[in-house]
């Protein structure tokens, strides 16, 4: 079975550009959630969804904002850049929502901001 | 309420010596805590896990050591090898969500 596919694997943007990352879950699970990583933040969680409805999200600004489809692929976009924003992004996906239901991680999107 | 601190920040073990991280959390609301290893390049990758109904984990080489009452809980990695370097994350999760919070991570050198 395929793992979390992100993609692309790096991108190099500038300040006050968007850009839109995307994810792609293992077959057959249904909840997506995306997670910033940073040498002095650490993991942060961004945000899941469920069946298309974003279940929970963290304290992130609005320039943060993601979507799932139908077939379970999430996409995340960053608008109006800020050099802070060059982080790994992780999409991670899990069978359902809840403790019952391991979270998997894709290997991430590299972000630079210049 | 929400944070996991780990510790060490870092860790140098010789191979075949005993690796001990450890991490303590605040939200009681946590019943689900596991540990996660990442190389570099690589997502993180489910190493082990726990439920705070149960004092001890073992997988292999790898145990969790969990004390509900002191809100503590540890990663012990027998017989350390090379290829355990890597840098490992506990976490902790509420009942209900699929949103983990994370220690800020343990980089871990076993030297041959």
């Known amino acids: 079975k395929a793992g979390v596919t992100q993609t692309p694997r790096y991108l190099i943007k500038t300040r006050g550009q968007q850009v839109t990352l995307s994810c792609s879950p293992i077959?057959?699970?249904?909840?997506v959630s995306w997670y910033q990583q940073t040498p002095g933040q650490g993991l942060q969680f961004l945000f899941e969804?469920?069946?298309?409805?974003?279940?929970n999200k963290g304290n992130f600004p609005g320039r943060f904002s993601g979507r799932q489809f139908s077939n379970s692929r999430s996409e995340m976009n960053v608008s109006t850049l800020e050099l802070g924003d060059s982080a790994l992004y992780l999409c991670?996906?899990?069978?359902?929502?809840?403790?019952?239901?391991?979270?998997?991680f894709g290997n991430g999107t590299r972000l630079t901001v210049t | 309420q929400q944070q996991v601190k780990q510790s060490p920040q870092s860790l140098i073990v010789q191979k075949g010596g005993i690796s001990i991280i450890n991490c303590a959390y605040e939200?009681?609301?946590?019943?689900?805590f596991p540990w996660y290893q990442q190389f570099p390049g690589k997502g993180p990758a489910l190493l082990i896990a726990?439920?705070?109904?149960?004092s001890e984990k073992k997988e292999g080489r790898f145990t969790i050591s969990f004390n509900k009452s002191a809100k503590q809980f540890s990663l012990h990695i027998m017989d350390s090898q090379p290829g355990d370097s890597a840098t490992y994350f506990c976490?902790?999760?509420?009942?209900?969500?699929?949103?983990?919070?994370f220690g800020k991570g343990t980089m871990l050198l076993v030297s041959p």
């Open positions: 991670a996906s899990s069978q359902r929502t809840g403790n019952n239901s391991p979270l998997h």
């Open positions: 077959s057959g699970h249904r909840s």
């Open positions: 969804y469920f069946s298309e409805t974003q279940r």
């Open positions: 939200n009681t609301a946590f019943d689900y």
């Open positions: 726990i439920r705070p109904d149960v």
């Open positions: 976490a902790g999760l509420n009942s209900g969500y699929s949103t983990l919070t």
